[in-house]
């Protein structure tokens, strides 16, 4: 391959890329029967059917719930209406936790191990988003109506079908809905269920995005930070030649642009993002501030640690280069402050929660494929209990846009069924 031209070695980077965060799989013989005699009993066949049966219920809660504005920090309504719901879905005792967690609890037949289904309250759009849920043809459109919304409502109908069809389980279950898992949330909800000296918990099944094929196994890993340059400020004319703080960032956006561009090119795969920029008060003023927020990713914790000190450094160096510039008045400071982490991690293929899930996947005759993501599951996962990520089905698009869509087709009610056998082999069916 190495006397192949460069621009065929460009066509070909995206595929490398994406062959290091999607793997397609194969069900064990083993699995496969033990999921098949668990789907094929009486309770969980009437679970399915009862599952079935509320589509039009799930269908309504989502839009309720969607219509509730839930950002980062601002859940509290959106979880006092989940709360309501699932009250009387079947669970045995419910709470909301110190971050504003909702926590439902159906207790299982023995002791010693817990298994949790979580979907997460929050998402990416400001309080005064319109988030009221318009219908074109049998497609839904409304800010955050698929993450993870949608999840939410499976959730709430799994429990559902659970009663309905008197299903126990010998773990005990805890049905969460998940505070701060977008943006600055920084999986704060997460983080504080795995809080040293909170419940135990032995499995963690998260339902959020993508088709009922996807078994997310291993974590993306991010830094996040915002960087602020400050200075004097003044007027635009009569303290011209005084440090201006914009002038300072640019040069700091180029100087890092410049050197990560580099240390991306090659190794584990490894991204890097300006995603916002502010400050200043008036066209005809310098201002005092400039700030930005700066997204660091990668599939290896080692490449992670390496970008980030790249980024210290450009910081640091622009910051240098350019107070050399000033004519008068005070020099420009820098502040670097962390406002994010999310762990990496990998989940070796045989896990039992993972093989259960390939062979759940397989029994709906779809293909089982283990993927990378940046989800709640990076919490447990990094700390090595066994979790995943499973799609919530139907299609959908344009997350995190003001036209996100939802169109439940009948992978929908599939996605809800497939959660559920996951749920229950993991957690043990009851006699």
Do not use: C
Not at 189 to 213: C, E, P, Q, S, T
Not at 264 to 288: E, Q
Request: glycine letters at 10%.
């Amino acid at each position: 391959m190495k006397n192949l031209p460069v621009f065929f070695l460009l066509l070909l980077f995206p595929i490398f890329l994406k062959a290091q965060d999607v793997k397609k799989v194969t069900v064990q013989e083993a699995y496969k029967k033990e999921i098949e005699t668990v789907a094929n009993s009486k309770k969980v066949q009437k679970a399915f059917d009862v599952i079935q049966s509320l589509e039009p219920q799930t269908m309504k809660d989502l839009i309720e719930l969607t219509e509730i504005p839930a950002p980062p920090f601002m859940e509290q309504k959106r979880g006092e209406r989940f709360m309501e719901m699932v009250k009387s879905a079947g669970a045995d005792s419910i709470w909301i936790d110190e971050v504003g967690n909702v926590i439902a609890l159906r207790k299982g037949k023995t002791k010693g191990k817990t298994v949790v289904l979580e979907a997460h309250l929050d998402t990416v759009f400001p309080i005064e988003t319109d988030v009221k849920v318009k219908m074109h043809g049998d497609t839904l459109y409304a800010p955050g109506i698929g993450d993870d919304t949608r999840g939410l409502s499976m959730v709430i109908t799994i429990m559902k079908a659970m009663k309905s069809a008197q299903i126990n389980t010998n773990a005990d279950v805890l049905f969460v809905g998940v505070v701060g898992e977008e943006g600055l949330g920084d999986l704060r909800g997460v983080k504080h269920l795995f809080k040293n000296g909170n419940r135990k918990i032995d499995a963690y099944i998260a339902i959020d995005g993508g088709d009922i094929g996807r078994i997310n196994n291993m974590a993306l890993g991010s830094l996040r930070y915002k960087v602020t340059f400050n200075g004097p400020g003044g007027h635009s004319w009569g303290a011209f030649g005084m440090a201006n703080p914009h002038h300072a960032i640019g040069k700091a956006i180029d100087y890092f642009d410049q050197a990560a561009g580099a240390y991306v090119a090659n190794g584990p795969k490894t991204s890097y993002n300006v995603g916002r920029i502010g400050g200043g008060t008036s066209v005809n003023s310098i201002p005092f501030e400039s700030w930005m927020e700066i997204d660091m990713r990668s599939v290896s914790p080692e490449k992670l640690l390496g970008i980030e000190s790249i980024m210290k450094e450009q910081m640091q160096r622009a910051l240098e280069d350019y107070n050399k510039t000033v004519k008068k008045g005070d020099k420009l400071t820098v502040n670097i402050e962390k406002i994010g982490e999310r762990p990496s991690g990998e989940l070796g293929e045989n896990l039992p929660l993972i093989l259960k899930a390939i062979a759940v996947t397989s029994y709906f005759n779809a293909q089982p494929t283990l993927t990378r993501g940046s989800t709640d599951s990076n919490i447990p996962i990094a700390l090595g209990v066994p979790a995943i990520t499973i799609g919530r089905g139907g299609k959908a698009g344009n997350a995190h846009a003001l036209d996100e869509w939802y169109l439940n087709d009948e992978s929908g009610a599939l996605a809800i069924k497939l959660a559920l056998l996951i749920l229950v082999s993991e957690a043990g069916l009851a006699n």
